[in-house]
């Protein structure tokens, strides 16, 4: 069974700093790993990294796949209040197209 | 385009009663799927669908059915409300085409079971 573990589940921080999740995985045949923000609402897609596009950025954020450790850090330069939300990591499979699995999760709070 | 809609945001039944959760996409996304969000957790998969006609469980499917008719209608019924299935439900849909497999939720639907 796929498994996604994020961590840590939550981050205080205070504005201008820079924070780092992480996301580890176990899946059979992997595909790709999507980076979503959920604010008091439904989640919005960050980035997506497959085993032929392993770093992305946009902006303040950026992503990185790690594929001999099964990993993925997201890392959010100079942060905002804006920025707090929960940060959600999930993987897909080849062999079963459609289905994601989501890890619990990371909290983080950006304090002015 | 209105995306990803889904009725009703909030709802309260009581132990033993059915019902409904609608999901309706006009991007002609082929796949979606049905998540369940409770406090400090994740999404949980529900049932998904890969195109009108084929539907498969996910993680947590139990006392929830699901059928696909049209690409764009995915309806979500809960059989028996039970207490442990108060929670936050999501509908997504995924584009697929051109390797883009990220999905778009809807807005939820916060549901209470008494």
């Known amino acids: 069974e796929d498994k996604v573990v994020q961590s840590p589940l939550s981050l205080v921080v205070h504005e201008g700093d820079t924070v780092t999740l992480n996301c580890s995985y176990e899946?059979?045949?992997?595909?790709?790993l999507l980076w979503y923000k959920q604010e008091k609402k439904a989640p919005t897609f960050l980035f997506m990294l497959?085993?032929?596009?392993i770093e992305k950025k946009s902006g303040r954020l950026s992503s990185i796949l790690d594929k001999k450790e099964l990993s993925s850090i997201l890392n959010i330069t100079a942060t905002q209040t804006g920025d707090s939300a929960i940060y959600l990591c999930?993987?897909?499979?080849?062999?079963?197209?459609?289905?994601?699995?989501f890890g619990d999760g990371t909290t983080l709070t950006v304090k002015p | 385009n209105a995306g990803v809609t889904q009725t009703p945001k909030f709802q309260v039944l009581k132990t033993g009663q059915s019902m409904t959760l609608q999901c309706a996409q006009d991007?002609?996304?082929?796949?979606m799927s049905w998540y369940r969000q409770d406090p400090g957790m994740g999404l949980r998969l529900i049932h998904y669908?890969?195109?009108?006609?084929?539907?498969d469980q996910g993680e947590v499917p139990n006392g929830y059915n699901v059928s696909r008719s049209t690409t764009e209608d995915f309806p979500l019924r809960l059989l028996s409300a039970a207490p442990s299935q108060t929670s936050v439900y999501f509908c997504?849909?995924?584009?697929?085409?051109?390797?883009?497999?990220?999905?778009?939720f809807g807005p939820g639907t916060r549901l209470t079971v008494l």
């Open positions: 997504a849909s995924t584009p697929v085409a051109g390797g883009r497999n990220e999905q778009f």
């Open positions: 899946v059979t045949n992997f595909r790709s």
């Open positions: 669908s890969v195109g009108a006609g084929i539907t």
């Open positions: 999930a993987v897909e499979a080849w062999t079963n197209a459609g289905k994601s699995t």
């Open positions: 497959t085993s032929s596009g």
């Open positions: 991007m002609n996304h082929e796949y």
